[in-house]
C-alpha cells in the first residue's frame, strides 16, 4: 500500500530557530512531491513542487529536499517565525490513476515567542 | 479576489437532512477537487472532477455526489447527513489533472451534524 509518513507529529520550537520536518514515502512510481502549509482554520497552500529530478526547492525561508533513491524529503525552516505555526502537509503523486495522490498527516509546528 | 471560495464558511444541521456546499474558482482551472479533513486534521480526496468529467472518485459513500455545471463550480450534496459526516470540507482547483499542477485551495466549509 503507497503510503506517506511524516515526522514528528508536532514540534515546538522558538522563534528564531531553524527545523526540519520529515518525510517518508513508499509510494511507486513517483510524480512529484509537494509540501503544503495549513494555518489553523485556513485552507492548505502550497510551499514547494519537486519531480523526480529536484533534488531541493526553495520558497523563501523554506527549504525543501528530495532524495528519490531513498524515498525521503525534508523541509527546513530557516529562522523561525510565529506566522510559521501551522501544520505542515506531505503529498506523493503517482503518475497512474489519474495523478493519484497519497497525503502525510502532517507535522503540527508551533513556534513560540 | 479570492480564487477559491467556498460556501458557507459554516454549516450547522440535523441527522437525516440533505446539505450542499458550493464551490467556485476564477482561476481559469479546468480541474477541481472536494477533500474531507477530520477531527484528526487528516485530509482525504473525496472527488475530483477535470473539464467536467469525474475522474477520481476514493471510497465515498454514494450520499455524497458532486456536480458540477461548468468548469468554474464544482458543488458538493450530501444526503442523509450523519454524525460521521462532520468534518471540514475544502474546495481546490488546479490546472491539469490531481498532482501535475499547483493546487489551490478553498477556505473549507466547516459540517457540523448535531
Known amino acids: 500500500k503507497n503510503q506517506v509518513e511524516q515526522s514528528p507529529q508536532s514540534l515546538i520550537i522558538l522563534e528564531g530557530k531553524n527545523c526540519t520536518l520529515q518525510?517518508?514515502?513508499?509510494?511507486?512510481?513517483?510524480?512529484?512531491l509537494r509540501w503544503y502549509k495549513q494555518d489553523t482554520g485556513r485552507g492548505p497552500v502550497s510551499l514547494t513542487i519537486m519531480t523526480f529530478s529536484e533534488n531541493t526547492k526553495s520558497n523563501g525561508r523554506y527549504t525543501a529536499t528530495l532524495d528519490a533513491d531513498t524515498k525521503q524529503s525534508s523541509l527546513h525552516i530557516t529562522a523561525s517565525q510565529l506566522s510559521d505555526s501551522a501544520s505542515y502537509i506531505c503529498?506523493?503523486?503517482?503518475?497512474?490513476?489519474?495523478?493519484?495522490?497519497?497525503f502525510g498527516d502532517g507535522t503540527t509546528l508551533t513556534v513560540k515567542p | 479576489d479570492t480564487a477559491v471560495s467556498q460556501t458557507p464558511k459554516y454549516l450547522v444541521t440535523q441527522m437525516g437532512n440533505d446539505k450542499s456546499i458550493k464551490c467556485e474558482q476564477n482561476l481559469g482551472h479546468d480541474t477541481m477537487y472536494w477533500y474531507k479533513q477530520d477531527s484528526k486534521k487528516f485530509l482525504k480526496i473525496m472527488f475530483s472532477?477535470?473539464?467536467?468529467?469525474?475522474?477520481i472518485n476514493e471510497t465515498v459513500p454514494n450520499r455524497f455526489s458532486p456536480k458540477s455545471p461548468d468548469k468554474a463550480h464544482l458543488n458538493l450534496h450530501i444526503n442523509s447527513l450523519e454524525l460521521g459526516d462532520s468534518a471540514v470540507y475544502f474546495c481546490?482547483?488546479?490546472?491539469?489533472?490531481?498532482?501535475?499542477?499547483?493546487?489551490?485551495f478553498g477556505p473549507g466549509t466547516r459540517l457540523t451534524v448535531t
Open positions: 518525510c517518508n514515502y513508499t509510494v511507486s512510481p513517483f510524480s512529484n
Open positions: 472532477y477535470n473539464n467536467k468529467e469525474l475522474i
Open positions: 481546490a482547483s488546479s490546472q491539469g489533472w490531481e498532482g501535475r499542477g499547483e493546487q489551490y
Open positions: 503529498v506523493v503523486t503517482t503518475p497512474t490513476n489519474a495523478g493519484k495522490s497519497t
